[in-house]
């Protein structure tokens, strides 16, 4: 997104912790140079100091901010043992730190400081306090008053929650307490004598910021819903107004089909030979019989209760009864690990299960299946699904958040002549689809569209072939996502400050 908006002439500054794990991306930050400015930052009892590191990248700067609490062994968020007992803390210093970096960051020879004529996007709750901070601090000296924000969910599931005795620690004025303030349910609470009184960072994010804005449409309806707000649907719905939602885009150049290092072959939608190298490649590294004529299906994706490899676990048998392979990569709960490897020794012909994550295997996957299996509970967004469609890979998915927004269902009276020539109105219905979508949550309706794409694929060549082009046809790039937010940004200077 960033550079899709330097595409269109903006001016794009991404702040982001300096974070130095021991590990092999320690090397990402080799490029930034110290920009030997400093800044006091008051919250948790105290002035901290943080630095500023500064790279240029296609044209966006990126700012990484510099303090010994982002670096630890261990991962961003937490390690083996855990969320890091001082995220609280980390995170609010970063959003600090980045309501700061506007004002006293000078980029040099650079196009000067950027200045309070800003607009702040942040993303779920770890920069949450931004938009508070915005109104509550800076706006009432008159400082931001013609800079907005929007906040942006990603996952409404996480949203920094603390008890509410740590709220001031965060630097915020008192008299903003209620805007933080979250109370559980009577169920949620650990004891009878636990009020469930607690601060969360994203409900004020919401509360203050100008504008909210999700992956997806779908999703941005779904945060109103009792089902999809996880306790905020209720604020969101007050909000809706100023509500919207913009499915992601993808990178086209990691992701293309034509030039991708780690497949067999490549291809591109005008000559779909590569694909069927790239499956034969898939099937004889895996051990599976190479087979031309059987669907070969993927699931790549975290082995836990979202993303729904249960069903699959569920729906195996059922699966396994049908001429199709499957191959899944992943890794989570140790049961569904454990799941993997039991059907793999099960089902030695048919099944192949990747416990781990790799990158590689991941394209090689999503090159060489025919179809990808997104099963997931709720989606905000999904990638996947997105790179399976450039790669001319059909997915069956739960309808839901972006999922539904992004797989246009199979609609068997398209005309596949228009679609293979590139004339079809897809406005008018004249489109055949990109996949297979399933609205109830169980093994039934999971199978009900594998043995429907199973049909397709096996009995009508020429419908696959269409709804293949049009997958690999759609504009799935940042570009067309970045003109959307674009718009989100006209919309959030025209209107007066939310809350100050």
Known sequence: LPQALVARGHRVMVIAPRYLNQTKNDKLYEGAFDTCVKSKLGCFGAAHEVGYFHQVRNGVDYVFVDHPSYQRPGGLYGDSFGVYGDNQFRFTLLAHAACEA????????MGGRYGDDVVFVANDWHAGLVPTLVASKYRKHGVYNNARTICAIHNILHQGVEPATTFPNLGVPDEWYGTMEYQYPEHMRAHELDKGLVVNILKGAIATSDRVLTVSEGYAYEITTPEGGKGMEDLLLSRKHNLDGIANGIDMDEWNPEADPDCAAPYSVVDLGGKLECKRALQKELGLPVRDDVPLMGFIGRLDWQKGPDLLQAALHDMMREDVQVVMLGSGLPELEDFMRWAEQTYKDKFRGWVGFSVPMAH???????????????EPCGLN?????RYGTLPIAHATGGLKDTITAHNSFGDVEKVLSGTADLQAGEGVGTGWLFNDMNSDALMWAIRSACDVYRNNPKMWRAMQTQAMTQDLSWDAAGLKWEQIFEWAKIDKPWCQ
Do not use: E, H, N
């Open 364 to 378: 090689r996957i999503t090159a060489g299946c025919d179809i990808l299996l997104m099963p997931s509970r709720f």
């Open 385 to 389: 699904q997105l790179y399976a469609m």
């Open 102 to 109: 506007p004002l006293v960051l000078p980029f040099t020879d």
